[in-house]
């Protein structure tokens, strides 16, 4: 089976599988008593409806609408597969719904509308206002979106933007700014040339009118060429930027033009067409997948370029994502009736001066940066960047404000902000960003169980996303028919089946060197070279050996059967005694690292002290700051039992190491996680003002009962065990691990392994064979 076959099957497989689609509605408020349905219901919700009806206003007190935005589309010009009609556009809508909530907390209902006359479907859209706080109209071929949008903005009093016109142009403008600057350019005096005259390049050229650049200085191509005032075939809105006075090609335009604005087909800009370019020049090549031109062809054919596209694997991403979840939190906090080219304006400057500030942490985690700075490479945020909400969302919703279209005022800035950072939790991108760091630079992954479905399935996600390599260990045989029956492709996987005669000479060099370093642990040269038959042995030597970067085991093995080779073979990071096992657990405030969850049972106050600063240290390896509560059942001596003491005094000990470490304790969980709570109580914790994002627990028993709680009845995503304090990147599954489970730990391996070992020293980094090193 083809790969573009596998993947087409995946991606339906992620649409059908469990409750079909990608959305589903979630109340909001209890209703799970007959008290709760009758608050709900009958007759309890005649009340607020009488209130809406004295006053319209309260519907925003009392209902959902001033969170929710309508996705609308009739899909006459869905992504670019063009007129496919509403039902085959709805997973895109249920999609950009999925892009609302995830990074705005916006409620969307999806709406797919079989109605192709523009004057109609503007009926039908206006005749939902009661229902929504915003439209959103996406995927309406041109030119009736300009109509249904205008006549929409005209006749409605809740915002509407047409985010295929308007996203582009916004963060597009964003860009031009910011690249003008380093080019040390006027956009009143600049030369476009725009390849492309639909909705999105329309949208761009007028909002960069509005940026002070002049229609005389633009030429524009359609799919019927220059625009020029002799053509008859033209829209009112294009007559402006008509200018060509003669037919010309493309290639012609470019000579001498300062900005290139692409937003057509891949590969209709030549190398020779941007070297013919001004001094200095922008080129802006947005058209997906493929651009009009290549970053490497572009790069390469100018040092003194500025390059931006739509694609997420090269600098300066153009990506709607960045505006309108931003752009629509704005207007509605502040009630905006309409999205005026002001908030439009707002957005962009806000966009453009977050690009020359300081980049977070987890933003260079992310995109495997050690710091990010503003320059040609980096002139638009990135899109997993967690200030964007409260950059973007405050700017465009002063400018409702200022400009009169709002019906509700904020008057405390510094509030509104905060509370937009507990919509999401600040940090809660981190699944986002270890996914992006661990695609930057892919590592070698034995997968010791390589016989299994579920590792297969995630192994191919893992080849597919580019976080890794999979070596997969086990029966070649086995393996092959395992795969074929489940319809996955190994094809780029390399099997190592440890029992082969093939690996007789590996078995003879590991076993000799795992002799060597537990001989005088009761092992013979015997057992020592029939342990290397043991898939978990010999991938844990693959790793120490350097013929694998990092590895996962432990899906079908109990725990402590599954790190045993991994103490023995790899052992611990120096001045590390112990190690120890810890989970991060995705949650609406944001991460939630657990520890110890896995590894030691009832430790000391010195070896709990340790694992705090082992979990420290792992904190930070996700470029967040550890702010750690060590919890018991008691709080602050209220008990003086052996218990406490100890948690106590572990506390006083890492503080002695690190004194500036965010850490307190002992104390109990529903104190540690309230802060409200602790400040009433405890004003003293150095947790006071602090949002917990790191639980120590005392005991093994304590930790891993609350995790497993809390992951069943949590409705959280959850990532480990995390294996803490080994010398070399190995980690375990948890048994019943879901595909998604191993995928995560995949990543957390590969970002490991970043971190830990050096790059391979062949560029073979497919692993298509074992590297030949020398043993340590």
């Not at 479907?121 to 915003?134: Q, Y």
């Not at 294009?238 to 470019?254: D, I």
């Not at 891993?704 to 959850?718: M, R, V």
């Amino acid at each position: 089976m083809a790969k573009n076959d596998l993947r087409k099957e995946q991606a339906l497989a992620y649409h059908a599988k469990g409750r079909p689609g990608k959305i589903e509605v979630i109340p909001t408020k209890k209703a799970k008593t007959q008290r709760d349905l009758a608050l709900a219901y009958s007759p309890g919700v005649a009340e607020p409806c009488l209130e809406i009806a004295r006053n319209v206003e309260n519907v925003y007190k009392y209902t959902a609408k001033g969170n929710l935005v309508a996705v609308i589309s009739n899909g006459t010009a869905v992504l670019g597969l063009g007129d496919i009609g509403p039902e085959a556009g709805k997973p895109v809508m249920e999609g950009k719904g999925v892009l609302f909530k995830i990074f705005a907390d916006i409620d969307v209902f999806d709406i797919e509308v079989n109605e192709k006359d523009p004057q109609k479907f503007v009926e039908i859209v206006k005749a939902l206002e009661p229902t929504f706080g915003g439209i959103n109209l996406e995927d309406i071929k041109a030119p009736e979106c300009f109509y249904i949008e205008q006549e929409l903005r005209k006749q409605m009093n809740i915002p509407v933007m047409h985010d295929d016109q308007h996203g582009t142009a916004i963060i597009s403008a964003a860009a031009l700014i910011n690249a003008l600057e380093i080019q040390k350019k006027k956009i009143d005096r600049v030369k476009f040339v725009v390849n492309g005259a639909g909705a999105a390049a329309m949208a761009c050229v007028l909002l960069y009118q509005e940026l002070g650049a002049k229609p005389s200085n633009f030429l524009m191509f359609d799919k019927h060429g220059v625009l020029s005032k002799d053509r008859t075939d033209l829209e009112e809105m294009k007559l402006p930027f008509a200018n060509a006075t003669r037919e010309l090609s493309l290639a012609e335009a470019m000579k001498g033009a300062d900005v290139f604005i692409g937003l057509s087909a891949g590969n209709t800009v030549s190398a020779d067409m941007v070297k013919s370019m001004a001094k200095n020049p922008i080129v802006f090549a947005m058209a997906n997948p493929d651009p009009e031109i290549s970053w490497e062809a572009a790069t390469g054919a100018r040092k003194d370029i500025i390059m931006a596209t739509g694609r997420s694997d090269y600098p300066n991403q153009v990506n709607n994502v960045l505006g309108f979840p931003y752009i629509f939190r704005g207007a509605l906090d502040v009630r905006a009736r309409v999205i005026n080219t002001e908030m439009k304006l707002a957005a962009v400057r806000a966009l453009a001066g977050l690009a020359k500030m300081p980049v977070p942490d987890i933003v260079n985690l992310a995109y495997n940066q050690e710091k990010m700075a503003f320059g040609a490479d980096y002139i638009i945020p990135k899109p997993l960047d967690p200030r964007l909400l409260t950059a973007v969302a405050p700017a465009v919703a002063r400018a409702a404000m200022e400009t009169g279209v709002a019906y509700h005022q904020i008057h405390d800035w510094e509030h509104y902000s905060r509370e937009l950072d507990k919509r999401l939790g600040v940090d809660n991108q981190v699944l986002r960003a270890m996914g992006a760091k661990a695609r930057s630079a892919p590592k070698r992954i034995v997968f010791a169980e390589g016989e299994n479905v579920k590792i297969l399935k995630a192994a191919q996600i893992v080849l597919d996303e580019g976080i890794g390599y999979p070596q997969l260990i086990g029966d070649k045989k086995e393996i092959e028919v395992i795969a074929a029956e489940n319809s996955i492709d190994i094809s780029g996987m390399v099997i190592f089946d440890p029992r082969s005669e093939d690996m007789i000479e590996k078995r003879k060099e590991y076993g000799d060197l795992f002799f060597r370093k537990r001989a005088r642990k009761g092992y013979t040269k015997e057992e020592a070279h029939k342990l290397m038959k043991e898939r978990n042995h010999f991938g844990c030597m693959m790793v120490e050996q350097g013929d694998a970067d990092c590895m996962l085991a432990g899906l079908t093995k109990k725990y402590d059967e599954a790190i045993r080779p991994a103490l023995q073979i790899i052992g611990t990071e120096p001045g590390v005694n112990r190690v120890a096992g810890m989970y991060l657990v995705m949650t609406k405030k944001g991460p939630l690292f657990l520890a110890d969850t896995t590894v030691n049972f009832n430790p000391t106050a010195e070896e709990l002290a340790e694992i705090v600063l082992l979990t420290a240290k792992e904190v930070k390896a996700f470029n967040l700051t550890p702010r750690i509560a060590m919890l018991s059942y008691s709080n602050f001596g209220s008990s003086k039992s052996p218990e406490s003491r100890l948690v106590s005094q572990a506390r006083m000990l890492v503080k002695e190491k690190m004194p500036d470490l965010i850490v307190d304790g002992e104390m109990q969980a529903n104190i540690a996680l309230n802060n409200g709570l602790l400040q009433e109580i405890y004003p003293f914790s150095d947790l006071v003002g602090q949002q917990v994002n790191t639980l120590i627990f005392p005991n093994l028993a304590s930790g891993n009962i609350a995790y497993n709680i809390l992951l069943e009845i949590g409705s959280t995503d959850a990532v480990g065990p995390i294996v803490m304090g080994l010398k070399k990147p190995v980690h375990l599954l948890q048994l019943g691990s879901t595909v998604s489970n191993i995928v995560n730990m995949a990543m957390i391996a590969v970002i490991d392994a970043q971190l830990k070992t050096k790059p391979p020293v062949t560029d073979d980094r497919k692993g298509t064979r074992l590297l030949k090193r020398k043993t340590d």
